[in-house]
T-cell receptor
Framework: QKEVEQNSGPLSVPEGAIASLNCTYS??????FFWYRQYSGKSPELIMS????GDKEDGRFTAQLNKASQYVSLLIRDSQPSDSATYLC???????????FGRGTSLIVHP | EAQVTQNPRYLITVTGKKLTVTCSQN?????MSWYRQDPGLGLRQIYY???????DKGDVPEGYKVSRKEKRNFPLILESPSPNQTSLYFC???????????FGSGTRLTVV
């Protein structure tokens, strides 16, 4: 069964710390991977995409991809209370152009 | 402003009364998709479209219909809504599916 798995959390970190969010997926041929942020009552917003093994950095965000181990992670450096949200991992499983979403990890950054 | 527009934002209806949720994007995107989001279940795909007149079922298509007669519009139709279709619905579009999706603001549907 094609799946994208995330720990639901909540993950609680102090302000200024590094938040680490993880995601595993079921399909070895997947090529496109995404992280979305969703604030309570709002729609998902794309924050990172990654296609190749290794790290991709954008500001305080770093996405890490390991296709052999079938996991993708998101690191948030210098976490701020405004980063408190649910983070959704999405994968275009099996080479599809339509993403399958994980259930999301709730992140709480406390002052 | 580039955006995906859904209407209505909130809708309360009765069982069996046909309804349509509209979705329109102004970015000339090829791909469009409908999702429903339920607590504990996350985002689940209902239907998607890769181009005009090309639609296909997602993971939870039962009870829903879609059409793609124009590139910009992708309405979601509930012919006979039931209470188990009470949910938060999102429309999303992408220039090309491997690039990530832009989401609309959502439609909160309650079927009583």
């Amino acid at each position: 069964q094609k799946e994208v798995e995330q720990n639901s959390g909540p993950l609680s970190v102090p302000e200024g710390a590094i938040a680490s969010l993880n995601c595993t997926y079921s399909d070895r041929v997947s090529q496109s991977f995404f992280w979305y942020r969703q604030y309570s009552g709002k729609s998902p917003e794309l924050i990172m995409s990654i296609y190749s093994n290794g790290d991709k950095e954008d500001g305080r965000f770093t996405a890490q991809l390991n296709k052999a181990s079938q996991y993708v992670s998101l690191l948030i450096r210098d976490s701020q209370p405004s980063d408190s949200a649910t983070y959704l991992c999405a994968v275009n499983l099996g080479g599809s152009y339509i993403p399958t979403f994980g259930r999301g990890t709730s992140l709480i950054v406390h002052p | 402003e580039a955006q995906v527009t859904q209407n209505p934002r909130y809708l309360i209806t009765v069982t069996g009364k046909k309804l349509t949720v509209t979705c329109s994007q102004n970015m000339n995107h090829e791909y469009m998709s409908w999702y429903r989001q339920d607590p504990g279940l996350g985002l689940r795909q209902i239907y998607y479209s890769m181009n005009v007149e090309v639609t296909d079922k997602g993971d939870v298509p039962e009870g829903y219909k879609v059409s793609r007669k124009e590139k910009r519009n992708f309405p979601l139709i509930l012919e006979s809504p039931s209470p188990n279709q009470t949910s938060l619905y999102f429309c999303a579009s992408s220039v090309q599916g491997a690039n990530g999706y832009t989401f609309g603001s959502g439609t909160r549907l309650t079927v009583v």
